[in-house]
């Protein structure tokens, strides 16, 4: 519902303003403009959703080998003992915690699809844990925390994206290590936010090992970008985010050789998913650049633009970055009105313009808080959600100020 409002705001202030124009201020060409706007918005939408099939088609072929070979079930065995200190009301064994962990390892993949189920059933067994049906525990917000700081390994669909637009990426992965240091950080944030709140202790040696590993390791990393110049940086960037990828298709092919995969048949069966998905969202795409369209063209979107640079220029801070704001602003709204934003930032500025990868970086990143909410505690008929909003709105920010902190840092 919340995303039926934003699309009808959209579309009644950049009437309201066009008409504004064209009647008080004698701008004529202001309704052909949105008229002739609207169409091309359609059109491009259309184009945009057939050309993420070849994409979205290899990396959920390789992903299905991935997972026949037991890729999530090794990861969930790593991070059990990690995420099992932050459930202390799941008593050992209990089904909740195989789910979370399947919903978490398929997240780390990039595997949506996946992910959703095993989510939905892992807020079902905690919902019979749960003492008070109406009130979300505490183990039900840990989860909605962690899930919806995105912690991705490989943004699947955001790559895909980079390659299809009309000007696609020199390299679509590019954006691949900048994701992984945002995304950890707003899963750190969202940890450390319900740690507080829920008064667990994360100096435990097992947390402290995972969280200070994990820091010390993303720590290090931005240490020695430090070190580079602008033109080291991208080059490592790039080298270090196709040999990961290459090294993680390499590992799904090894394990399925293993686990005597069929893994022609495997990437096959799961390639099909790629066209099924780009047909799926091209309505959603084509509603939602048709909206940004107008919005555009009837000027509203360069008085927002305007607006934010003057607001962040008062404090003498560089604002080169904001024309990315509209995608990290309707991440946690909207997932399809993020993509939107990211593909109008793209094919406006340059897919590998800063603005590009910038926005690219916050669509890589935080899951929809909103869209996450509404249908992971509708499932359960959980009436009072307590903090989660706030506590996962402000994770979200943090991840914001680390993609805009990222961003300079790798591309600008």
């Not at 940890?191 to 995972?210: D, F, G, R, S, T």
């Not at 997932?335 to 590998?352: I, K, L, S």
């Amino acid at each position: 519902m919340t995303l039926t409002y934003i699309w009808m705001s959209f579309f009644l202030l950049s009437f309201i303003v066009a008409f504004i124009k064209w009647a008080f201020l004698g701008d004529h060409q202001i309704l052909p403009a949105l008229v002739e706007g609207i169409f091309k918005a359609a059109n491009d939408g259309f184009d945009i959703s057939l050309k993420l099939v070849g994409v979205m088609a290899l990396f959920l072929g390789f992903m299905n080998i991935g997972e026949r070979a037991g890729a999530i079930r090794f990861l969930s065995r790593i991070v059990g003992p990690f995420f099992s200190r932050l459930f202390p009301d799941i008593p050992k064994h209990h089904p909740a915690t195989g789910q979370m962990m399947m919903n978490f390892s398929a997240n780390l993949l990039g595997l949506d699809n996946a992910a959703t189920p095993f989510g939905i059933k892992a807020m079902e067994s905690l919902q019979e844990l749960n003492q008070n049906k109406d009130v979300a525990s505490n183990a039900q917000l840990m989860f909605m925390a962690l899930h919806a700081s995105g912690l991705t390994l490989i943004p699947v669909s955001t790559i895909a994206m980079r390659a299809s637009v009309k000007m696609p990426a020199a390299n679509p992965t590019d954006i691949f290590v900048p994701c992984m240091i945002v995304t950890f950080a707003a899963t750190l944030a969202a940890l450390c936010i319900m740690a507080y709140k829920q008064k667990i202790n994360l100096l435990q040696p097992v947390l402290l090992a995972w969280v200070g590993g994990l820091s010390a390791g993303v720590g290090l990393l931005v240490w020695y970008l430090t070190t580079l110049d602008q033109h080291s940086i991208q080059l490592f960037s790039n080298t270090l985010s196709s040999g990961l990828i290459l090294l993680i298709f390499l590992a799904f092919l090894l394990g399925g050789w293993r686990k005597k995969v069929n893994m022609f048949e495997a990437f096959v069966e799961g390639a099909k998913g790629g066209f099924e998905i780009a047909i799926r969202i091209i309505p959603y795409l084509i509603a939602m650049l048709v909206a940004i369209s107008v919005l555009r063209n009837s000027g509203i979107f360069s008085y927002l633009i305007d607006g934010l640079r003057h607001l962040f220029g008062l404090t003498g801070m560089n604002t080169d970055f904001v024309e990315s704001l509209p995608t990290a602003i309707m991440k946690p709204l909207s997932g399809a009105g993020a993509r939107g934003m990211m593909v109008e930032a793209m094919n406006t500025y340059g897919t590998d313009s800063f603005i590009g990868r910038l926005s690219s970086i916050f669509q890589g990143t935080n899951d929809t808080t909103f869209y996450v909410v509404a249908v992971y505690f509708g499932a359960i008929s959980v009436k009072n959600t307590r903090y989660a909003i706030p506590a996962m709105l402000l994770a979200d920010l943090v991840g914001i100020i680390t993609a805009i902190l990222v961003g300079y840092l790798f591309f600008h």
